[in-house]
């Protein structure tokens, strides 16, 4: 009974705009005291989910993300994509997609793709004669890839909340990134046909092609290090992380030279900043997320779908159709480790890898950043464009079709995620 009441306060709570961390903290907070649990339970378990080696990855690629956005590495990736694929039709949309697998590489959030390369790729692509609305949509549907190809923040908080390994979910999402990028892109060149999107008039020539694979190669090299020492066994995620931040400072100060002291103060001040917000999310998630395991409400859940069916198929489409409802509401790191203890050993039960669910979870969750009222990457791209949410939401619509291919695709066909970890590993 307290359960559910607790889980009405929260949905209340979430109804009146509280932020999400605050409202599970809240929650939880009135169930302790109801119960007569001590407060020190409550401290424990908060601070207990923050005191994570797996989760000490996150600051550390957040990290890396703000030093690569503050060391003109963004702008090189970008003119290096465009210089391949600018003289194409409606090749700036291809430019804003290559450049989100690129960057994805490097950052691991939607959000810092947004941020990072958001500003770049709109001003560029109004610039050459594209409408806002698709300039923005376009960047808003391609930073998707981001959380699905490593290193993905959304996965190692996964890999940590379900107990499996971190290195076989980043390799699990090698191919379904990859497998997002051809979509955008086979989408584009049908939208591109129909409304005549502009192109570069001027084709760059072997030379220009060659300076500017050099100028980003440092930082292409990011994300080929990053898997090969995955590959290797060489460092788990969160040594891989220290990595990145080491190797981006190099790259950002010794081969750019435009990472100076205040520029790493900066980023150093916007990752504690971004780090707070996700550790508090961290804690009262799991918190809230110990209160429903004691009310039993993961096993009720459990018991709900298989009363339902016991088919592998029919769990999965009813998980992803619940995930899909849970990112409109839900920031993804809270989703992620509130729906974790429900789904998991439920569909564990039936066959269903962790290693898969886990990246089939993240991408309902990332395409859950794309629909109103919580989509945070249409709130960010609609800061950075410069137009309404209502104008993002009508321009990215269309952009679902892939998504939604691609969902289905990873969701029904288990080796798309788990041929290469268990090839490699």
Known sequence: MMGLMTLLIFLILLVLRVPLAVGMALSSLVYVIAKEIPMQVLAHKMGYAANSFPLLAVPLFVLAGNLMNTSGITDRIFRFARTLLGHFRGGLAYVNIVASLIFSGMSGAALADVGGLGNVEIKAMTDAGYSRDVACAVTAASATIGPIFPPSIPLIIYGAAAEVSGVHLLLGGVVPGLLLTVALMALVFVLAKGDGYPRDLRCTSLGEIARAFLHALPALLTPALLIAGFIGGWFSPTEGAAIAVVYATLIGAVVYRELDLQRIFRACRDTLVTTGSIMFVVAAASFFSWVLTMEGIPQAVANLLLGISKERWALLLLANVFLLIVGMFMESTAAILVVTPMLVPVL??????????????????????????????????????????????????????????????????????????????
Do not use: C, W
């Open 348 to 425: 564990t039960r039936v066959g269903v890898d962790p290693i898969h669910f886990g990246v089939v979870m993240v991408l309902n969750l990332m395409i859950g950043l794309l629909t109103p009222p919580v989509g945070m990457s249409l709130y960010m791209v609609s800061a950075v464009g410069g137009i309404s949410v209502e104008r993002v939401v009508r321009a990215v619509a269309v952009y679902f079709i892939p998504l939604l291919a691609v969902l289905l695709l990873v969701t029904y066909v288990p080796q798309v995620v788990l041929f290469l970890p268990k090839f490699i590993m």
